[in-house]
């Protein structure tokens, strides 16, 4: 069993920056893959960016250049720091974590971007 907890979301003007935090209960943490996914209203979750646990990392299109996802297995935590912040990146933003069991996420947290 794994439990997810996403922290970090808030309100930030157009341009600014903010890190989301995605910390995990158990002992698989360090062999899994870690997601981050994202919705906004009235739309479906969509795919961020991806990071293996050998440290591999994908990202969407709409973020490559402007969003890096890390993680620190010593601290069972990964992280998405999110820069030049868009409008359009307004969204609850979700951490996911798939197993050969359950599909891990947490509840979500929420980004705002003004303009």
């Known amino acids: 069993q794994a439990q997810l907890v996403e922290s970090g979301g808030g309100l930030v003007q157009a341009g600014g920056s903010l890190r989301l935090s995605c910390a995990a209960s158990?002992?698989?943490?360090?062999?899994?893959?870690i997601a981050w996914y994202r919705q906004a209203p009235g739309k479906p979750r969509v795919f961020v960016a991806v990071?293996?646990?050998?440290?591999?990392?994908l990202y969407a299109d709409s973020v490559k250049g402007r969003f890096t996802i890390s993680r620190d297995n010593a601290k069972n935590t990964a992280y998405l720091q999110m820069n030049s912040l868009k409008p359009e990146d307004t969204a609850v933003y979700y951490c996911?974590?798939?197993?050969?069991?359950?599909?891990?996420w947490g509840q979500g947290t929420q980004v705002t971007v003004s303009s």
């Open positions: 996911n974590m798939p197993t050969k069991g359950p599909n891990y």
């Open positions: 158990g002992s698989i943490f360090s062999i899994n893959v």
């Open positions: 990071i293996t646990s050998d440290g591999t990392t």
